[in-house]
């Protein structure tokens, strides 16, 4: 085996014309030849289907908008909780001022109506208003902080709440469009491999599975037409000396260099 030889790879070497007129075409005619351009057709067309059915299928188009969806209502999530908690908090203190402004009243009007008369109870009194005063007037300030930071906030909302309402309709629209393809390309699909069963009747088997292999080995490509001696797959001329020999073939005739079927 030294050295290996070309008859060992899966798409059997034919070395000349000759040979494979005689391999496939013993009485000089081919099954199928005539209609093999039609199958190549065919086959392509179930390739391109099948191919955005997979893609589809696969998903990633749908996969990438729900994850957009999910993180604009991650965002929005957070949002509506800080401005919850803030609303919260602002409330609280709001409750607390009143509460502090009460007790400020109250202990004015105790030192006003005579009901204390103790200069040092008087006093104290008086430093306890200052106090909450104070205490009043940095919660106010707080408020006022608060009430600034909501506004922010609540200047995020409009542009998220947009932004979640666009996803979620994009990912609406994709999962209609999708299912809308889907069965279009089920239908489409359905068509031509009815078509491809009907067209492979008519086909020598020994021409079907050579066009099948080189198919496999030639990206999906396993015959071409020869336009002014030109091989329409792998764009080569041929010299004029083969296409005399091909010529001469009543069988399957093939490219002087990529050897995929050549159709006439
Ligand atoms: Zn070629």
Do not use: W
Request: net charge negative.
């Amino acid at each position: 085996m030294v050295g290996g030889s070309p008859g060992m790879s899966r798409v059997r070497s034919y070395p000349t014309v000759d040979a494979e007129e005689q391999a496939l075409a013993p009485e000089g005619s081919v099954r199928g030849l005539d209609r093999v351009l039609q199958l190549q057709e065919v086959d392509l067309s179930i390739d391109r289907l099948t191919a955005r059915l997979r893609e589809l299928e696969g998903g990633e188009e749908l996969r990438s908008i729900r994850a957009a969806l999910g993180q604009a209502e991650a965002r929005l999530g957070e949002l509506r909780l800080a401005m919850d908690s803030l609303g919260r908090e602002q409330r609280r203190l709001e409750g607390d001022i009143d509460s502090m402004e009460r007790k400020i009243q109250a202990e004015r009007r105790r030192m006003l109506d005579g009901s204390v008369a103790n200069p040092k109870e008087l006093q104290a009194i008086e430093a306890e208003v200052r106090n909450l005063e104070a205490r009043k007037s940095h919660a106010e300030d707080l408020v006022l902080e608060q009430m600034e930071r909501g506004e922010q906030l609540h200047g995020r909302l409009g542009p998220l709440e947009a932004e979640e309402a666009e996803a979620r309709q994009r990912l609406a629209n994709l999962e209609e469009g999708s299912a809308r393809e889907l069965v279009e390309l089920e239908r489409a699909l359905g068509e031509r491999r009815a078509e491809r069963t009907a067209l492979v009747q008519a086909f020598d088997p020994d021409l079907l599975e050579l066009y099948e292999d080189l198919r496999r080995q030639k990206k999906g490509i396993g015959a071409a037409a020869l336009v002014d001696g030109v091989c329409q797959a792998c764009h080569q001329k041929l010299s004029p000396m083969y296409i005399d020999r091909l010529k001469r073939v009543e069988g399957v005739r093939r490219c002087e260099y990529c050897r995929r079927i050549l159709v006439f």
